[in-house]
């Protein structure tokens, strides 16, 4: 009887591990023909492929659109990045340590663009720069500013909530003890609080560079003439030609998330907070 329950429990086990298996098969295999794909040597994809050649990568750099979009990508989610930890942090420290009527409310509001699909969003946030541009005749539809704040609007839902996972995990009798000794609040804040929760910040803005950087649907709707971010170039590019120099960008662009991540896992343990 023992042995027949030993038994189930390694089939079980083996049928999980093949389960896990093939679901991480399932996401890595984009990734696997969308590497392959760029080394192809031939203009349009074939299989099995004619040969192999780096020159998709090296055209890359000749193209103004591509530069010009990476640039403009990692502007707006550097700067989108820190306006939200600025916003985000006090959002959540607020809402962990206060208690106030609506807080439930306000806590799903925070964390509401990242239910809300990426075009809908885009056209809630088009409509209401056409309205605000006017009511207060600034040129805000397709500014610098208005892109600026709506990939401020999918950056602070991370931070909100990684931040709010540390400290509803951090030992609060930390605080009382440094508040006890003579410390004010601001005090407690910049010298207990901040050190504990610095994974969550640090998760927090990845993820939300990431989002950011990585973002689509919305900027469609408010990117303004001569503004291109390397998603929209990618597909710009993709309406008019087919070969394998998107399959090389996405490999860079791939990369250097990957980058990110590593050096950000480097100097804090990302799996203690996400």
Do not use: C
């Amino acid at each position: 009887m023992a042995q027949g329950r030993i038994d189930t429990r390694r089939l079980g086990r083996f049928a999980l591990r093949g389960v896990a298996s093939l679901s991480m098969a399932y996401l890595l295999l984009p990734l696997f023909f969308v590497t392959w794909l760029a080394f192809f040597a031939q203009e349009i994809p074939s299989f099995p492929p004619e040969g192999y050649s780096f020159k998709w990568f090296r055209a890359i750099p000749g193209n103004d659109r591509f530069v010009s979009g990476f640039l403009l990508s990692l502007e707006v989610a550097a700067i989108a990045t820190v306006i939200g930890l600025m916003l985000g942090v006090p959002a959540a420290v607020g809402l962990v340590r206060l208690r106030f009527t609506g807080r439930e409310a306000a806590s799903n509001l925070l964390l509401l663009p990242l239910v809300v699909p990426g075009i809908v969003l885009g056209i809630a946030l088009y409509v209401f720069h056409v309205e605000a541009e006017l009511m207060t005749e600034l040129p805000i539809l397709g500014s610098f500013g208005g892109l600026i704040a709506g990939h401020v609007l999918i950056v602070i839902p991370w931070t909100v909530r990684l931040v709010t996972a540390s400290l509803v995990g951090m030992d609060r009798s930390i605080e009382e003890a440094a508040q006890s000794l003579g410390a004010d609040r601001l005090t407690t804040f910049r010298r207990v609080t901040m050190p504990a929760i610095l994974p969550g910040m640090v998760a927090a803005a990845m993820f939300g560079f990431i989002s950011s950087f990585g973002n689509l649907e919305m900027s469609l709707f408010i990117v303004g003439p001569g503004r291109t971010t390397l998603p929209i170039a990618i597909l710009q590019y993709l309406e008019w030609k087919i070969d394998p120099t998107i399959a090389a960008v996405s490999v860079l662009q791939i990369l250097f998330i990957a980058a990110a991540m590593l050096l950000t896992d480097r100097f804090v343990r990302i799996s203690r907070v996400v």
